[in-house]
């Protein structure tokens, strides 16, 4: 499926954060599974409204470069970038979000993205390439798609006790 990546414009925002809530509306059903009710509560009392305010402060950081997958002039998915944040990963940029609409997934979409988005890693002057992911069920997509592109995992693990 052809599109073209492009700098998000404002008008693109209300369409990034429904095809992210979309798209990542199976990543929360795994979080409630693995988590339990009363974690996942505590963690995620309303996860589309966090996650929707999220995607829409990451749109409109400066800081953070984000460009969507237009298709027949929509939006249909999007990647930010956020460069030398970590003081711990010199030289390194990091993809802080990506996501593409179900409607059009496993179509290479995601791929084009994260090719993307390292080509304006690489003309940012950073040598390492950053991305984080979950390692519940529900990211499994996510991280067979980073493997893809050439990305090595370093699992870490993350513990949760209600209290």
Known sequence: MPVTIRPLAERDIP???????????????????????????????DWSAMQ???????????????????????????????HDRQEDEPDSSEIEMIAVDPDHQRRGIAADLIAFAEDRMREHGSRLAVIGTGGDPGHAPARAAYEQAGFTPLPLVRYYKKL
């Not at 979309?22 to 963690?43: C, H, K, M, Q, T």
């Not at 305010?53 to 002039?73: L, N, Q, S």
Request: with cysteine; glycine share 6%; net charge negative.
């Open 52 to 82: 929707a305010a999220a995607v829409e402060r990451v749109c409109r950081d400066e800081a953070m470069p984000t460009w969507v997958a237009d298709h027949e002039g929509r939006a249909v998915g999007f990647v930010a970038v956020v």
């Open 15 to 45: 369409a990034v954060v429904d095809l992210s809530l979309r798209a990542w509306a199976p990543v929360f059903d795994s979080f409630r599974r693995v988590l339990g009710e009363g974690i996942y509560r505590n963690l995620y009392p």
